[in-house]
C-alpha cells in the first residue's frame, strides 16, 4: 500500500497574525478545527523561542503519526499520499481462460488417442491370446516386459487415487467413477477428469473416509513402494532377447502398443498432480521433490506418497 502520512495544516500554511507590528495580537499557531494525538495549543508573542516550541511539538507529533497508514485524516489535517496504490494485498481472481485452455487441450488429446487406439495402432497380432495368457486363462507364453508393463498398469490407479483423494478433489464431478474405470481403460478414464477438474478450495478440510485413510498410510504406500521397485527392476534387468520380442509385439499388437503408450501417458501426467498434492498439503519440499520423484516411473509417486505429510502443515 501506499505510505500515507498525516501533517497538521499549520506546517504547510503560514501563521495567522493580527498585524505586522511587534505590539500585534499574539499568533495562533494551532487549529480549533482540532490536533494530532501529543501536540499541544501553542501560543506565542511570536518570539523565536515560541516558534522553536511550536515546530519541536509538531515534529514530534508526526514522528508519532507515522505508524498510521491507514487512517482517515482528522479536522485540521492535510493527507499526503506518495506513490500510486498497491493492489498486492488483495488475493489473485483465477484466470478462466488458462484453466478452459488445459481443459481443451486436454481433451483434445484425449480425443487424438483415442482416434489413434481404434484407427491408426498395429493391429497384426490375435490380442485376445494375449490377454488370455495374461488373466491365466490359456496356457501362453507372454513376454516378460510387456507382463510387467500390465501389472504396473494396475498400480497406476492406486497412485493416482492417493494424489486425487482427497487433494485432486473437484468441484465438478467425483473422481471415484473415473478412478474405478482407469483399472480397466487407464488414461483413456483419467484424461476427462483431469479435462472437466476444477479445484476444490476445501479439499483437505473435511472428515476422511476409510478408503481415504487406507490411501493415507503408510504401510500401504510402502507395500506399493516395493511392488513397483521390484517390476520396474524386471523390466530393466531384461535380456536383449526379451526386449527384441517386446519391440516387436510393439510394432505388432494393439494391446501392447496401446498399453505402452497409456503407461507413458500416466507417466509424463503424474509430476503435475504430485506437486498439485503437495502445495494443498503445504509441504516444505512442495517447490522441487515431487517434480523429480514424479519424473521417475511408478517408483517416484510412490515414494512421493510415502514422504508427504499426512496431514496439511
Known amino acids: 500500500m501506499a505510505a500515507t502520512s498525516f501533517l497538521p495544516l499549520q506546517s504547510v500554511l503560514p501563521a495567522r497574525t493580527g498585524s505586522t507590528s511587534p505590539s500585534s ?102 490380442d485376445q491370446e494375449l490377454l488370455a495368457g495374461l488373466l491365466n486363462l490359456e496356457d501362453v507364453e507372454v513376454n516378460s516386459i510387456f507382463y510387467s508393463i500390465f501389472l504396473l498398469m494396475g498400480l497406476w490407479p492406486v497412485i493416482y487415487a492417493s494424489v486425487l483423494i482427497p487433494a485432486g ?24 477428469y483431469f479435462a472437466l477438474w476444477e479445484p476444490a478450495p476445501d479439499a483437505m478440510n473435511r472428515e476422511q473416509s476409510f478408503g ?35 519391440l516387436q509385439l510393439f510394432n505388432n499388437s494393439r494391446l501392447v502398443h496401446m498399453t505402452s503408450i497409456d503407461f507413458v501417458t500416466l507417466s509424463l501426467c503424474a509430476p503435475i498432480w504430485l506437486l498439485n498434492d503437495a502445495e494443498k498439503r503445504r509441504w516444505k519440499y512442495a517447490d522441487i521433490l515431487p517434480l523429480i520423484l514424479g519424473l521417475i516411473p511408478c517408483i517416484g509417486p510412490c515414494l512421493y506418497i510415502l514422504l508427504r505429510p499426512r496431514k496439511v502443515a
Not at 493492489?87 to 488458462?98: I, L, Q, T
Not at 478433489?169 to 484424461?191: D, I, K, M, Y
Not at 498410510?217 to 523390466?235: K, P
Open 25 to 126: 495580537q499574539p499568533a495562533v499557531l494551532s487549529l480549533r478545527a482540532g490536533l494530532p494525538h501529543g501536540v499541544t495549543r501553542v501560543r506565542g508573542n511570536g518570539s523565536k523561542q515560541g516558534r522553536s516550541v511550536a515546530a519541536a511539538s509538531i515534529r514530534r507529533s508526526c514522528r508519532q503519526r507515522k505508524s498510521v497508514r491507514s487512517s482517515k485524516p482528522g479536522r485540521g489535517q492535510l493527507q499526503v499520499t506518495r506513490g500510486a496504490p498497491d493492489d498486492s494485498d488483495e488475493a489473485p481472481e483465477p484466470d478462466k481462460d488458462v484453466g478452459l485452455s488445459t481443459s481443451v487441450g486436454v481433451g483434445v488429446l484425449w480425443l487424438a488417442l483415442s482416434t489413434y487406439a481404434f484407427g491408426f495402432s498395429p493391429n497384426d497380432f490375435p
Open 169 to 192: 478433489r473437484s468441484t465438478r464431478v467425483p473422481a471415484w467413477p473415473f478412478l474405478t474405470a482407469s483399472f480397466a481403460f487407464g488414461c483413456f478414464a483419467l484424461l476427462p
Open 212 to 246: 481415504e485413510k487406507l490411501l493415507e498410510n503408510r504401510t500401504f504406500a510402502l507395500v506399493n513402494l516395493f511392488a513397483s521397485i521390484g517390476l520396474v527392476a524386471g523390466i530393466a534387468t531384461s535380456s536383449s532377447g526379451e526386449w527384441s520380442q517386446y
